[in-house]
Each structure stands twice: as C-alpha cells, then as structure tokens.
C-alpha cells in the first residue's frame, strides 16, 4: 500500500559509483509503495540532474511524491526517536575518503536497518554506522542557530541525552534555564557539556544520578564562563560541540551530519507547481515491466500452436504417469481376472502399448521444448538488433559497457525459461492427478489429502520473493564485477606499465566480496525451501498413509495408496526445484528485457522508413540549414552549453575555435542528437529536430573525430561502413588519394583485406584519422560535415593539405570544423568562438582578426606568440622518423623544428 513503510527496505544495487544517489533514492521510494523506474532515474541523474549532489537527491524525493526535507543533526541524535529522522539518506565517509549515501530505514534496538547501494540491505550497530557518518562543518547566523536549537528537533534529543544522566525532573529544569537566555550560548553549552559527561557516563568515568548532576552543572558553569573569556575548545574538545564560535560573533560554525529525512509521502501536485522535468516524469510514469510475459509475447511471434502442443504433450505425460501406475497395480491381480491366455496376452499387450505412448511423447516433449528454447534465444537476438540502433546515446552514456555486454552475453541463458515451464507444468499436472488419484482411493482422507498437496505448492511459493531479492542481489553484484573485468582487459598495457594490479585488486574486493555473500545466501535460502518443502510433503504423505489405514482402506489398495502418497514427496521436490530456478530465470530476463523494453529514440516507424534516392540526391545538392534559439544544455546537473543563438545557411563552412572543455563539442552534439536542450529550440530545415528529422539529419551527416570507432575488419569494411558497399566501392581510389591513404595501403599485407586490429590498433593515431575522413568522402548523399579535431596526430602541413581536399570534397554541404589550429580558420567562411559555454563571437573570420578586443584576435595572437617562443629559444634538435628508423639532421633552420 502507497505511503506505508515496508517493514524490510528494497535493495538496489548501483552498476557504478554514480550511481549510489538514484539507487538510495529509488531504494526510498520502493519503500514507501512509489514504484519508480530505476534505469529511467539512472539516465535523468546523468543528464538532467546530478546525482550526486544530496541538495539535487532531496529535490527529485520531493518532486517524485516524498515528503522530504535536508537536515543537519548531530550524529548522536539522529538515531533518536524524539527527533524522527528516520527513514532518512545520509551520508557516509568511505575508506578511501569518497562520499557516499546510505538509506538508514528503521531503528531496532542497539542495531538499525541499512541499505547500502553498494553492498545491499544489511544490519550495522548504531556505534558503527556513528563512525562512518561524515561530519559536515558550515557556517550559521548566531540568531539562526537559536531559532532552530529551540524547535523539538534539537531539544528532543538534548532532553533524551539529560533524562539518561539526571533523570526527567533535573532535565527539565535545566532545559529552561538554557531556553531562558536568548543568546545561542547557554543552548550550545549545555549541549556539548552534556555530551562530555555522557560519554564519561558510558565509559565509567563517571556514574549516573546526583555525581553525574553535581559535575555536569558545575562543568557547565565553568564552560559558559570559558565561552565567554575565548577558551571553550580548552574545556571541551570541539568534537562534542554541535555550534561553537566567538562570545559576540553573528557567524557560528556548525557540525553535524548530513541526511534528508523522510516522513511519508506528500499530498498531491498544486496546479502552480512547475511540471516534472521529463526524465523524472518519464521513471514515474513507467510502468512496471514483466519480463517473463515479455518473453511469451516474442514467442507468440511463431504462433501459439507449438507452445500449446507442448502443454498438451505435458500434461498427457502427467496422465499417462497415472494410468502406469494404475495399470501396474492391476498387474499384481491379472491372475484373479485374467485366467484365459488371450485376455493375459491382451492385458500385456495393452500394458506396453501403454509404455510405447509415453516413451513417443517423452521424445517429443523433451526435443520440443529444446526447439522452443532456440527459436527463443533467436528471437531474442533479433530483437536486440532491431531494438540497439534505436536506443538513444543518453540510454548508453548512463549504463557501463560492461553491463550491456554481460547482458548481450548472457542472451543463451534464456533457452532454459522453456524447459522450465514444461517442468513446473508437468509437475503440477502429475500433483493435481495424484491427488485426485489418492481422493479416489481414500475419500476419508480427502481433508488430508488437499491439505498436503497444498502444503506441497505453498512452501516453495513462500519462498518465492525471499530467493528472487537474493537472486536479483547476486546477479547485480555479478554485472558490477563485469567492470572491473572490461577494465582489466581494456587497460592491461597501462595497468601493468603502472603497476596498477594490486590497485584494480583491492578495487575488486568488496564487490567480489558481496557477490560470493549473496551467492551464498542464495544457496543458503534455495537449500532450506528444498528441505522444508521435502519436509512438508513427507510429513504429508505418512499423515495420509496413516489416516488411510486407521479407516480400514482394502489390502489391495494399501501398495497404490503407499505409492502415490510416497510419489507427493518427488513432486513436491520438483515443484520447489521448478520455483527455485524461477527467481533466476525471472531476473535474467529482466537484465536482457530492460534494453528491449526502453523507449525508442526514434519511432520505429520513423527508423524503418526510407525516402526516395531521387529525393536524397537532390537534397544532397545543398547543405544543411540549422538554427538554435536560446539553446541551454545540461549534464549531470551542470551547464555545458547556455543562451546559444546561432543561425547557419545552407553550405556554410563554419569553424569553431575556444579553449578546451569551453563547450564546442557539446554544441555539435546537439546536431547529432547527443545531447537535448534543457530550453531554448533546434531546428533543421525549418523543423524541429526531433524523430525524423534528426533521423534523416543522421543519415546525411559525415561525422568526424578520433572517438569514431574503427572495427577489427578489413580495411575495405572499415571504409564503407554504413553505406551500401555497391554504392561507395567505384568511389574507393578517388576517395584514398583525398585522404592520403595510398601509401598506407601499400604498407598493407593484404592491401583493402588487411584487418586493421581491435579499435584499429594496427594502425598509428594519424592513420586511423585518415581512415576515419576516407569513410566520411565516401558517404553518400552527405548535406552536414562535422569535423572534431579531425586531423590530430598528424603534421601541420599534412593537415592544412587535408582539410583543403576536405572541403573541396564537401563544397556543398554544411561543414562545422573544430579546430584548436586558430590560423587554418581564417579561410571559413565563418568562425564562431565559444568560452565558457557561450557564444561569444560570431563573424568571418577576417572581421574578427581585424578587431583588436576580439577573443578571436587574442587566440590569433596567442598561437603566433607560443610559435614564435618555441622558435626563438637555442638548442632545438631535429629528429626524425621514418619507416621506423630514427635519424638526426643537421643545419637545420630552427624555425621549422616546431613544425613537424
């Protein structure tokens, strides 16, 4: 029920450390019956909002529906029950010095009820979690600090403190006298004083009652008087001060810890309240998934007709098992009714005609229900394929590689959901029979009956949402050590030149740690249902066998009734065997569901569409026209980009320049749908740029720079990647010579076959860069260039060469050129200077560089001037590289040493 606290936490489990605020979060929610979307919450924390920032967590608990508010109590009180802090988020001091939340649930005695994100639901001693709490030190107004150590939230906790020293009665008193001084002194004194004593109290320095009284006020007297002339911190260590500072200073500082309390959920939005931003709308909005009904829809995609034979054949098998049994029985009496030949060769002839039936559907059911486990995997797997291009860069920027590859990986896994659900039919198809079979036998005994195959069911459903929390816990733990394996092997040159392994190890231990805990407590909780599910049905069946006899049951009827009361026990086995596997088939599927069930980037309608060539190629004979209107961009709750406006023609070449992390790339991010305007419009060709029209934006951009992936394939491959081979191939040489590549290719082993290494690893950083431009030359019907540092790690002349042939190539169309060279810009038609995430300047270059305050003019001549400096300074030598062999030259001007 919504707003009535669970009595055990949700565990959510984070994927990375950036994840610990949305999983503390979304962990509160589930709490409290507000089903949120985890994945969804993930994306908003990494784009929108930053979620890391506890200001940020408090603001999305109030905005998703919780009654929340920040706090900063001493951390003595906050486990108190007269402050009601809790359920709260707080903030916690990591080993390593890392900040990181936990969700203190509820308190339970000396112990109280954690969920860490990154170890789970766990038990801590108060003592213990006090020393993780972080201790945040801030800055008060004295008259502040007085108005809130006044309110019950403060003296709920002071008079718990007292009352444990002095009793009620003494308490009191001294509570008035402090709340009658309206300065912060006497409040803040008696609070620190009281902490002193109470921590000698519980060590034995001094014991409770009228000793603990006389020393507390004489101490107290003496600390007020000490505040007063400058030395409190003397009497009382500025540990045990929750505010502190000079007698007649305004500002205090004040020490607490950090969390946001929680007392339920709020009423419901006014109608003057701003609209959710979109992310969080979207993770209330969506609905829970079910990914085992997912799985029946795909395989609803071949038709129900092979499923329903299966169920068929199963629950055939079931009856057939029953009619053995019934017809062995008869067996032992075929003598008594029998007695010619015929009928004895006719009984035996029925009995293995009857073994033949079962051994033909046994065949059947067990290659079926294999055939049904592929075709499953198979499905799956195509729709992974249909489903990733139209996933959205925001969906992969907030989830670890790692992951979805685990996720990928584990897709052969799914084979075992359809042997599963024959097994867990038949079983309870031989249950349902069995029992009735016994009904029929003893009909005395029917109560008992119903009542252990009940029991029989009910044990392992019991423990049904017990093994799936454990399951899903170990499985998270599993896709969070998938990181660590990735790392290992992407960075293995780097982490052994750096003797980084000990490092990565230590990093690995507690993640390892907690997945063989939660390994183990699965195994732990799937033993115990097995065994108290056995228990039950054996139980069961000597009640029945009992019952049965002591109301006279016939002889011949004793060894079918023994049989199949014995036979609720096997059954029952594979029953909770069938619901053990349940919990991991359910949460695998959820892992490779997820992606599948995330909202399109695009509609696929829209995806699938494809435009006529006629009407591509005559597009493509202009370039893009864009414009962006009071453009705002945020990450992560930071600003990248704010008040952009710009407006850019058809075939304009247009450069950006500015210093690093100044927000150029996050601008043509915009155009390739990277990133969304917090506010503000973008528009290509006159439309919005969204669904279609970014998806056509898409197909006629040529997209340059060193992030740009080249695969282990082929060069050939490498090149026409993402363009219709038959189409680019008659365009391969021109396309080499323009992007210099001819010599490359001679280098090559098997020239265009030659593969070119994972991440094109055979191949130097220059080359790679020049392989990257020939794959744009040879995209077709391209309107819209973008050029990120396209040229790095190669030479300066080599780069002017290039960038000309580049734009010759693409004359026509729109071309946006970042470029930290500021003097190869003066040929553009335009430049645009970004600083600090604003446009600050945009003209042509040449009326720019004439303007002696232009930040365009001040990069000019900062290059002139670094360039001139390296030139000017003595003892430069020339090396030079080539073919692989170092040499030096000599006599060299050393105005060129800086050029190569």
């Not at 990069?859 to 073919?883: I, T, Y």
Request: some cysteine; glycine content about 10%.
């Amino acid at each position: 029920m919504a707003g009535t606290p669970r009595l055990l936490i949700p565990e959510v489990i984070q994927t990375s450390a950036m994840d610990c605020g949305p999983a503390a979060l979304k962990s509160l929610l589930d709490g409290f019956g507000v089903p949120v979307s985890y994945g969804r919450l993930r994306e908003a924390c990494q784009t929108d909002v930053d979620g890391t920032s506890i200001d940020v967590i408090e603001e999305m608990a109030v905005t998703l529906g919780l009654d929340a508010e920040q706090s900063m109590l001493p951390r003595d009180y906050l486990f108190l029950e007269e402050t009601r802090a809790l359920p709260a988020i707080v903030v916690v001091s990591l080993p390593n010095g890392s900040l990181h939340f936990l969700v203190v649930w509820k308190k339970w005695g000396p112990f109280v009820q954690v969920m860490d994100p990154s170890r789970g639901r766990r038990w801590m001693s108060v003592t213990e979690l006090m020393d993780q709490l972080f201790i945040h030190s801030m800055p008060v107004s004295a008259e502040g600090f007085r108005e809130w150590a006044a309110t019950e939230e403060f003296l709920g906790g002071l008079r718990r403190g007292l009352s444990s020293l002095v009793g009620t009665s003494r308490s009191e008193q001294l509570l008035a006298e402090a709340l009658a001084d309206p300065t912060w002194k006497s409040l803040a004194c008696l609070d620190a004083t009281a902490r002193l004593v109470r921590t000698l109290a519980e060590g034995g320095g001094v014991q409770r009652g009228e000793p603990a009284v006389a020393f507390l006020q004489q101490l107290l007297r003496e600390v007020r008087t000490g505040l007063d002339e400058g030395r409190a911190q003397q009497l009382i260590p500025f540990t045990y001060w929750t505010a502190l500072g000079r007698p007649e200073a305004e500002q205090l500082t004040m020490r607490g810890a950090v969390c946001i309390k929680v007392s339920g959920l709020r009423g419901e939005r006014g109608a003057d309240e701003p609209p959710l931003p979109p992310e969080l709308e979207a993770a209330l909005r969506e609905a829970p998934t079910h990914p085992l009904r997912e799985l029946v829809s795909l395989l609803r995609r071949d038709g129900v007709l092979a499923p329903a034979v299966l169920a068929a054949i199963g629950v055939s098998a079931a009856v057939g098992g029953f009619l053995e049994a019934l017809l062995l029985r008869g067996v032992i009496d075929a003598g008594r009714y029998l007695t010619t030949s015929g009928q004895r060769l006719a009984g035996v002839v029925t009995l293995v005609a009857l073994l033949g039936v079962m051994l033909t559907l046994e065949l059947p059911l067990s290659l079926g229900t294999l055939h049904l486990g592929r075709r499953l995997e198979l499905r799956l797997r195509l729709a992974f394929l249909d489903k990733i291009p139209r996933l959205g860069d925001r969906y992969f920027r907030s989830r670890l590689v790692s992951d979805m590859a685990q996720r990928c990986h584990g897709i052969h896994q799914v084979r075992t959901v359809p042997t599963l659900a024959v097994l867990l039919l038949r079983s309870a198809a031989e249950l349902l029979v069995t029992l009735a079979g016994l009904m029929w036998l003893a009909p005395r005994s029917a109560w008992l009956i119903i009542l252990s195959g009940g029991m029989a069911i009910a044990v392992p459903l019991l423990a049904q949402r017990s093994l799936l929390d454990a399951d899903r816990r170990m499985r998270d733990f599993d896709g969070v050590l998938s990181g660590f394996y990735l790392d290992a092997l992407r960075g293995s040159v780097a982490l052994r030149a750096h003797r980084a392994g000990p490092t990565l190890r230590r990093a690995q231990e507690e993640p390892l740690h907690q997945f063989i805990t939660a390994a183990r407590t699965l195994m732990r909780r799937s033993i115990t249902a097995e065994t108290l599910a056995s228990l039950a049905a054996t139980a069961g069946s000597v009640g029945i066998v009992t019952h049965a006899l002591s109301r006279g049951l016939p002889p011949g009827a004793v060894l079918l009734l023994v049989y199949w009361a014995l036979a609720l026990v096997t059954l029952g086995r594979q029953i909770a065997e069938a619901l053990r596997q349940y919990p991991a088939a359910s949460s695998l599927t959820g892992r490779l569901m997820e992606p599948l069930l995330a909202p399109d980037e695009v509609d696929k309608s829209v995806a699938l569409a494809t435009r006529p060539r006629t009407e591509r190629t005559a597009e493509a004979a202009r370039g893009v026209a864009f414009s962006l209107r009071q453009v705002d961009v945020r990450a992560a709750g930071h600003t990248l980009l704010h008040g952009i406006n710009l407006s850019v023609r058809p075939g304009e070449h247009v450069a950006i320049v500015g210093p690093s992390g100044a927000g150029k790339s996050s601008l043509v991010g915009l155009l390739l749908g990277w990133h969304r305007p917090s506010a503000g419009h973008v528009e290509v060709d006159g439309a919005p740029l969204e669904g279609e029209t970014l998806w056509r934006l898409r197909r006629e951009t040529a997209w340059v720079e060193p992030e740009v992936s080249l695969w282990n394939k082929p060069l050939v491959d490498n090149l026409t990647y993402g363009a219709n081979p038959s189409e680019v191939l008659p365009r391969v040489g021109q396309a080499l010579h323009q992007a210099d590549l001819v010599e490359l290719l001679d280098k090559l082993p098997d020239g265009l076959q030659t593969r070119l290494g994972e991440g094109g690893g055979l191949l130097s950083g220059g080359e790679g860069q020049r392989v990257r431009l020939c794959r744009a030359l040879l995209r077709p019907g391209v309107r819209m260039v973008i050029f990120d540092e396209p040229f790095r790690g190669l030479e300066r002349d080599r780069r002017t060469a290039l960038l000309e042939r580049a734009r010759q190539a693409f004359e026509g169309a729109t071309l946006l050129c970042i470029m930290h060279d500021i003097a190869e810009t003066l040929s553009f038609d335009r430049v645009l200077v970004i600083k600090d995430g604003q446009l600050v300047e945009a003209d042509a270059p040449r009326t720019l560089a004439a303007r002696e305050d232009s930040h365009y003019r001040a990069l000019l001549d900062e290059e002139a001037s670094v360039q001139r400096e390296l030139s000017a300074r003595d003892g430069w030598r020339r090396l030079v590289l080539a073919q692989g062999v170092l040499t030096e030259r000599q006599g060299e001007e050393r105005g060129n040493a800086h050029g190569e």
